[in-house]
């Protein structure tokens, strides 16, 4: 076999060079950082290195040697209050009551003489607490698991063992219940609606299938925000639905249809839609036309020939189309946020919360961890049956 020559493999190499780049800046670069701040957190080397050099050597016993605790004054009187805020943060979030301490303590360090011997106990009883110098000491570490552990309402006590978080001090793990609870009920609806749209797209021919077709796919071209102000809109008291529903004695008053998990349901549903019936119509599609008729020849009525022959064959077509919808839904953020209520909100606006109100990236980063790892496992299951392309079993 002759070997290709150098100057065409840097020629495809050229080639691929922009794709490679564009994956590179958009896609491991942002993935690699969002890893990198949930598990990576450098505020006490920043704040207190010479106490960081020197803890390792604290045997558990209070208090500390005169080493270690003039180091720590140290660091204290020569760190500004905009270096140190991040590291009282991680210690008061480990160990209740560090801010007023730290506080205290930072004031006392600028205060007495550099040369004078140090007493921490002196300052503060507290310092006397084996508590707060573990804290100091598990914190030295620039890499910590504390972010996805509490992602998931986790926390490690005095012994380093992990523990279920006390009650109320979290509530991610409600969050992401209520983020894969609202996507799978989504699915389900999607379900519902697609399969007999898409099996009637597939049953016509000409004209009729392009209108059935564009139907589904004029969304798609439309921006999102636009069509989650469309349901805004709709959905309102004095909305078109209501006062349809109303005008034909339906009801007396108006339904409660938005700020609550009807509208998020209702609006998710129609934006996501398109992604449940294009898989299952490529499906039915490729389903040959005189199946049905040879059951009904067979002596199977409609709808024991739609469950025993048409619905088996259109699975792929469905678990296709769920696992999509599922994966792009749990992900939502605009249409939760504009028409859903405070107890409506999905991952993605906590994850919205922690990143631009509290500037917590860490914890940005841990919840978009379990996001992407959800996602990464959906999308695996999803390409396996779409490249199966053959009924479930067969």
């Not at 990576?40 to 704040?47: E, I, N, W, Y």
């Not at 010479?50 to 605790?69: F, K």
């Not at 007999?196 to 921006?223: C, D, E, F, I």
Request: aromatic fraction near 8%; hydrophobic fraction near 55%.
């Amino acid at each position: 076999m002759n070997a290709v020559p150098l100057s065409s493999r840097l020629r495809a190499g050229l080639l691929v060079l922009p794709m490679a780049l564009f994956l590179a800046v958009f896609f491991v670069w942002p993935l690699w950082t969002m890893t990198t701040v949930a598990v990576r957190d450098d505020a006490m080397a920043g704040a207190l290195p010479r106490t960081i050099a020197v803890i390792d050597a604290w045997d558990g016993n209070a208090p500390p040697s005169p080493e270690i605790q003039t180091a720590f004054m140290t660091d204290l009187r020569e760190t500004d209050n905009s270096t140190l805020g991040p590291a009282v943060r991680r210690l008061n979030s480990a160990v209740s009551g560090f801010r007023t301490l730290m506080g205290k303590t930072q004031r006392e360090a600028r205060e007495m003489d550099p040369t004078a011997p140090v007493d921490m106990v002196a300052i503060d009883s507290r310092w006397g607490e084996p508590a707060f110098w573990a804290a100091i000491q598990t914190a030295a570490s620039p890499y910590t698991d504390r972010n996805l552990l509490a992602a998931v309402d986790l926390t490690r006590n005095d012994a380093g063992e992990i523990v279920r978080a006390p009650p109320g001090s979290s509530a991610n793990g409600l969050i992401i219940w209520r983020t894969f609870s609202i996507a799978g009920i989504i699915t389900l609806a999607c379900v519902a609606i697609g399969l007999p749209y898409a099996m009637l797209a597939a049953s016509v021919t000409g004209w009729k299938r392009t209108v059935l077709l564009l139907a589904v796919l004029l969304p798609l071209w439309t921006s999102l925000l636009v069509r989650t102000a469309a349901w805004f809109i709709l959905l309102q008291d004095q909305g078109l639905i209501n006062r349809f529903l109303i005008d034909i004695g339906l009801i007396s008053s108006p339904l409660p249809l938005i700020f609550n998990r009807a509208g998020v349901i209702i609006a998710m549903t129609h934006v996501l839609l398109p992604f449940m019936v294009l898989p299952i119509f490529s499906v039915v599609n490729a389903i040959p036309k005189n199946l049905m008729p040879a059951a009904a020849s067979m002596g199977a009525t409609p709808l024991r020939a739609f469950w025993r022959v048409l619905l088996p064959l259109s699975l792929p077509g469905v678990l296709a189309g769920s696992l999509l919808v599922f994966m792009v839904a749990i992900g939502y953020y605009i249409t939760p946020a504009l028409v859903g209520g405070p107890n409506d909100q999905m991952i993605s606006s906590i994850i919205a919360f922690y990143a631009l109100q509290t500037a917590n990236w860490g914890m940005a980063g841990a919840l978009g961890i379990i996001l992407l790892a959800v996602t990464t496992v959906l999308y695996i299951v999803y390409n396996r049956l779409s490249r199966a392309g053959s009924p479930v079993g067969a």
